[in-house]
């Protein structure tokens, strides 16, 4: 089973990839991609350097990044894979393709800035003003990414508004309808 996670920033993406690779997962993460490629230049690591990088590789093909994950996950080939995050149509598309399922996750604006400054990672070290730019750019359609589109699309949409104990029921209700 190859599941494709796309969701708002903050809304629990990596949440739900933690819950499947307890459930035996191979997770491949664009995030981590990034990160590697950034190191390996020399450049600033956060998210205006992750989402510039990103709008390179997909002005070279839409589906730049989604096929670079995606050569990993043929390489090792496993029973199960997630690959962390669509954030573009062609991404989606791509995995779509591949005969993966897109799920989508989202919350309200607050509780994903609270998620966000709570984990605190050199990517969210931001104002709530300027999590709304980021937002506004990577959500809605701003260069490379149209976040929004992609959620639209998917097979599966959960709402993260409450606990984790509640987002791995809603997780565990949509691999059962997938599975059976």
Known sequence: MIIGITGTLGAGKGSIVAYLKERGFVHYSGSAMLRKILEERGDEVNRDAYSRLAGEIRGEDPQGLAKLLWQQYESEDPEHAVIEALHDLGEADFVKEKG????????DIDTRYHRVVARGSEKDKVTFDHFREQIQREEEGGGHHNIRAVINMADYVIMNNGTIEELHQ???RVLQEIEG
Do not use: L, N
Request: proline letters at 0%; hydrophobic letters at 55%.
């Open 100 to 107: 993966g399922q897109i799920i989508a996750v989202d919350a």
């Open 170 to 172: 809603e997780v565990e």
